[in-house]
């Protein structure tokens, strides 16, 4: 499932519509599985059961479809994080959940967090997905004294980092909840929560994905 937008007006924009959502669907997927962006505009275009004229349509160049792919997974990616953690006002509680979800995520969304893994780092101090919402709540939990930190943009890079080794490790190896928590609980405690209290916040009952 991606990211809702407004209906189309009219069916040639209804169309129109269709068919960009399916080219960056192909773009999402290729880029899952591959890793990389060394693909045809034709290949690319046929997955997408396009015509190869129709890309042109929509975006000038290869690189250009691509980019729109990964904002779309990470917008994507950062919605169903907002719609699990949207009832919690503790910043920390929601770093331990948003944590602890992306194994649940990696098993429910692959190709989500297939590009996630691929592109992620490239984005962890950009405007879409993770990154500005856990930007969001590191400023709020400093300016509250929940989190102890000088830099929120510094805090990013290791909480961004720190996620995206746990999704790198779960794509090679089997990692159970015991691992999210864990994880969860060093970021807490990286960001001046109290151990006992990181420990207690990374082992709650999570919440549904919402799906």
């Known amino acids: ?81 907002d719609a699990a953690t949207g009832s919690i006002d503790d910043p920390a509680e929601t770093f331990a959940t948003s944590v602890r979800l992306a194994l649940r995520l990696a098993a429910s969304h692959p190709e989500m967090t297939g590009v996630l893994r691929f592109r992620g780092l490239q984005h962890v101090h950009g405007g879409t997905g993770f990154a500005p919402r856990a930007l969001r709540d590191l400023e709020v939990g400093r300016a509250s004294g929940r989190f102890s930190v000088a830099d929120a943009q510094v805090a990013l890079s290791a909480v961004g980092g720190a996620l995206l080794g746990m999704v790198q490790l779960g794509a090679t190896t089997d990692l159970d909840e015991a691992a999210g928590e864990q994880t969860a609980e060093m970021i807490l405690r990286m960001l001046g929560v109290p151990a006992d209290e990181a420990r207690e916040l990374s082992t709650r009952p999570l919440p549904d994905l919402g799906e």
Not at 39 to 61: K, L, M, P
């Open 1 to 81: 499932m991606q990211p809702s937008s407004p209906e189309p007006a009219n069916r040639f924009e209804r169309r129109r519509a269709q068919t960009r959502s399916a080219l960056i669907g192909a773009a999402r997927a290729i880029l899952a599985e591959r890793g990389n962006t060394e693909v045809s505009i034709q290949v690319i275009a046929e997955r997408a059961d396009v015509g190869f004229g129709s890309f042109y349509n929509h975006f000038e160049t290869k690189d250009a479809l691509f980019d729109a792919a990964v904002a779309d997974a990470l917008e994507e990616y950062g919605q169903l994080l």
